[in-house]
């Protein structure tokens, strides 16, 4: 079963903190890397942060949530965890997990619904 669940949106104060969770209910993803992802209306979708499969995870951020946010996996239960502090607006999007490299384009691109997280200023 391909299916991702994440949660833990919600509308924050700027300077506020968030902790999203995501959860591979069918255990098709755990061998895999994983990032989290976000998608702000009229933008393309972008690589916020990613995981390594291993015991020695090795973490990317984007340049803009570096020092602020954190990704973390406990591959024994699954969930991929973005943690994100220091929220600003213009973090404000809705947030997907998936693999990484993401999906191509086609008929079997698979997303779940993601969780949107709005910033106040």
């Known amino acids: 079963q391909v299916q991702l669940v994440e949660s833990g949106g919600g509308l924050v104060q700027s300077g506020g903190s968030l902790r999203l969770s995501c959860v591979d209910v069918?255990?098709?993803?755990?061998?895999?890397?994983m990032g989290w992802y976000r998608q702000a209306p009229g933008k393309q979708r972008e690589l916020v942060a990613r995981?390594?499969?291993?015991?020695?995870?090795?973490?990317y951020y984007m340049d803009s949530v570096k020092g602020r946010f954190t990704i973390s996996r406990d591959n024994r239960k699954n969930p991929v965890i973005l943690q994100m502090d220091n929220l600003k607006p213009e973090d404000t999007a809705t947030y997907y997990c998936n693999r990484f490299p993401p999906p191509s384009p086609g008929p079997t691109e698979y997303w779940g619904q993601g969780t949107q997280v709005t910033v106040s200023s």
């Open positions: 069918g255990g098709m993803f755990s061998r895999l890397d």
């Open positions: 995981v390594t499969r291993g015991v020695s995870q090795a973490n």
